[in-house]
């Protein structure tokens, strides 16, 4: 039975482990013992970790890998991703090698704006409330420039304010509609703090307009945030060659390849069900490196997500053509990344991740994740229109299985050899590694 407790926060590691332990593992010290295994040797390190969230009890490790060889716009980069799927880093990798002997990833950014907005409620005139907004825009941003004073001097800030009825609706709903520049900052918490302060001159400042009545001067702030809705910070990444260039598979042809690919993706834009599969696979990519470098993948998720369905139906977020002998693919992408603030200064490994890809600017890290999702896309649709995805899935996952079993090397590495002239399937490995125990 569970059991609920108060100041659970405020006890120390050590006692909310015990707390766990005794209440949901009848006091089984292997549980405390698994616990304390994943805490860091380095107590400084550790203390870090404590340090990022609340009731932090040890740490959660994901496998940190590198896909190497992504030529981008004449550059090569060594891609960092930080992901538990066993074929993700492999796919990235192949594909960065098919393109780098190709010309490469073109890419290129084409917006960087973010948004937030105060959502309040007024149930005057329309046209008071407007007149209102056109004498306190000044005012607002008058009042917000101690929090985008040093935003503005990098070349940052608010870009524009605007008033935006949506009475049709919810009756008496308005926003206050706020388009930022962020620069290097994924900029949330620059975001909303100047949209508290909007917020707050805006409530304040009605209370003295002498055209609105006294009802009127009543503006409720409903919530003020950003949004991770970003369809004005897109970027663009693409790929190209001519179709006999895609000649590398003796089992089918560049044009038989290359027309079955267009096709593959043809599909996702049509039907919703491949779509998500479709895009859940430039996820795997496009997460991977947003964790890597220490961003929030779930805005980036949301925003990406929202953008696919913008059209009212979801639908893929690549898109490729056949045109006068040339193979063309490429994707549109929102994204707010920072390469400043955030966990960017802060966890060792996000900042050896940076390093690694020579320290980007938000924008040049827009463009290095795209390529990211990219390419995870081409590695599942190569492998989908030709092999089927099981034959690569199964070979990496033929580890984790062997992991299962707790095999040792010498058990491994004569799996792993037998399995190189047979298919990989769940049964197969067990019995292989059941065969190879009674032998031995
Ligand atoms: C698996 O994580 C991702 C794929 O399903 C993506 C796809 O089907 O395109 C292979």
Redesign the pocket.
Known sequence: MSKSISGFSKLSKSKKIDWIVKTYFANNQEAKRILEQYWHIDEKIQQLHDEFIENTISNYYLPLGVAPNFLINGTLYAIPMAIE?SSVVAAASKAAKFWQDRGGFKTQVISTTKIGQVHFMYFGNPDTLKSYFDHIKPQLLKDVKPITKNMEQRGGGILDIELRNKTNDIDGYYQLHVSFETLDAMGANFINSCLEQLAKTFKTDALVFKEFSSEEKDIQIVMSILSNYVPDCLVRAEVSCSIEDLNEDKNISAEEFASKFVRAVAIAEVEPYRAV??N??IM?GIDAVVLATGNDFRAVEAGIHAYASRNGKYSSLTHAKIENGMFYFWMEIPLALGTVGGLTGLHPLVKLSLELLHNPSAKELMQIVAVAGLAQ?FA??KS?TTTG?QKGHMKMHLMNILNQFQANDFEKASIIEYFKSHTVSHNAVVDAIKNLRVKN
Do not use: M, V
């Open positions: 799927e599969t479709h859940k696979g795997n896309n599942a649709l989908l995805i």
